[in-house]
């Protein structure tokens, strides 16, 4: 308790030197994370209660599996993260706000205490969220709106598994857990594009691996079939963006540049129609064209998680399947 108030304390100190005019944001992150730390629970008592119900116990001991193979067969850090769990009252953990302006990709970026400058601004209540997007709205950006299931806090604290993700598949979960311990791993300020492709190659790697060891047969087929659509779903998504980004720099007028980017995505809409009915059914991306709408920020978001992931594919493979010798030049290239 005391180092946890020591943290929360230096982690004040430090979003005040950052000024004023932020204060209300940064008053709002610490109170959600207090929240967290101050109602989360051991899983290894949890499980000892009789008053924990059998499906979460079950769910529970399947997540401390996972912890406990995220260590030893990933090396991802051996720490009290995601050894506690913590019952939330809503759909996700927070929402992120993601901005672009309306005739470019490159995302708006937000700059903080210790971290550095990200490309999205985190909220614990949606109505906050949404309210500072309808402010970026009225400036003239193109603003998204995501929901956050589960974040790290970079070993600053021992990350609680929140109730939004218990339920997941086993996969899903264990690429969750994976993920974000390795921004504990390795996390360079202010290069999200670099952070959130390393990380989901490390998730991409563990889901593989933890499915090859415990995984059923109908695990596997599902995994297998997941990574095909993602084959043909992300070019499509890339090739989009390089549409867009040749238009935005053109010497044509912003009316007709406007005029094209709503043809090209309308184009994209279409496009997805067709390779979705390739799929056999499958409509899990339906939700993200969905929400919100097609615009600049929900591509530069996408982009942020998936531009460098074929490189560190490429560097985990020349490390033969070594997670440590693969984090070991990772690392040396974020010093770089």
Same mark, same amino acid.
């Given at each position: 308790?005391? $180092? ?7 982690? *004040? ?8 005019? =932020? ?14 730390? +101050?109602?989360?629970?051991?899983? @290894?008592? #949890?499980?000892?209660?009789? !008053? ?7 769910? #529970? ?7 406990? &193979? ?8 051996? =720490? %009290?993260?995601? $050894?506690?769990?913590?019952?939330? !009252?809503?759909?996700? #953990?927070?929402?992120?706000?993601? /901005?672009?302006?309306? *005739?470019?990709l ?15 601004r ?9 309210? &500072? ?21 970079? @070993? ?10 218990i339920?997941?598949?086993?996969? =899903?979960?264990? @690429? ?10 390795? &996390? ?16 991409? /790697? ?6 090859? /060891? ?10 297998r ?21 040749r ?11 406007? %005029?094209?980017?709503?043809r090209?995505?309308?184009?994209? $809409? ?22 919100? @709408?097609?615009n600049n ?21 020349? +490390?033969?399947?070594?997670?440590? %010798?693969?984090?070991?030049? %990772?690392?040396?290239? /974020?010093?770089?």
């Open positions: 308790m005391v $180092r946890r108030a020591r943290a929360l304390t230096l982690l *004040l100190a430090a979003l005040t030197l950052a000024g004023c005019a =932020n204060l209300g944001y940064y008053a709002q992150s610490i109170r959600g994370q207090a929240t967290l730390l +101050a109602h989360r629970e051991p899983i @290894g008592k #949890l499980l000892r209660s009789p !008053d924990t119900p059998a499906a979460l116990k079950s769910r #529970l001991a399947l997540a401390l599996r996972i912890r406990k &193979f995220a260590s030893r067969e990933l090396g991802l850090p051996d =720490n %009290a993260s995601y $050894r506690s769990y913590v019952a939330l !009252d809503r759909p996700y #953990l927070s929402w992120a706000v993601f /901005a672009a302006p309306a *005739l470019s490159t995302p708006v970026h937000w700059c903080y205490p210790v971290v550095g400058c990200a490309v999205y985190g909220y614990f209540r949606r109505a906050e969220a949404e309210a &500072f997007a309808a402010r970026l709205r009225r400036r003239g950006d193109d603003v998204y709106v995501g929901g956050v299931p589960d974040y790290s806090t970079l @070993g600053w604290f021992a990350d609680p598994l929140p109730s939004t993700v339920d997941w598949p086993a996969p =899903n979960l264990a @690429g969750l857990i994976f993920h974000e311990l390795a921004h504990q791993e390795l &996390f360079v300020p202010s290069d999200s594009r670099f952070d959130e492709s390393f990380a989901v190659a490390v998730q991409e /790697a563990g889901v593989a691996r933890w499915l090859r /060891a415990h995984g059923s047969t109908a695990e596997r087929r599902a995994w079939a997941s990574r095909r659509r993602e084959a043909t779903f992300y070019p499509l998504i890339t090739a989009t963006r390089h549409r867009l980004t238009l935005y720099a053109s010497v044509r007028a912003p009316a007709a540049k406007r %005029a094209g980017k709503a090209i995505l309308r184009e994209l $809409r279409e496009r997805y129609r067709v390779l979705k009915a390739s799929w056999g059914g499958y409509t899990g991306y339906d939700h993200w064209f969905d929400d919100g @709408g097609m920020a929900k591509l530069a978001a996408l982009q942020t998680y998936r531009e460098y992931v074929p490189a560190f594919r490429a560097l985990l493979a020349r +490390a033969h399947g070594d997670f440590g %010798a693969f984090y070991r030049t %990772a690392r040396a290239l /974020a010093a770089l």
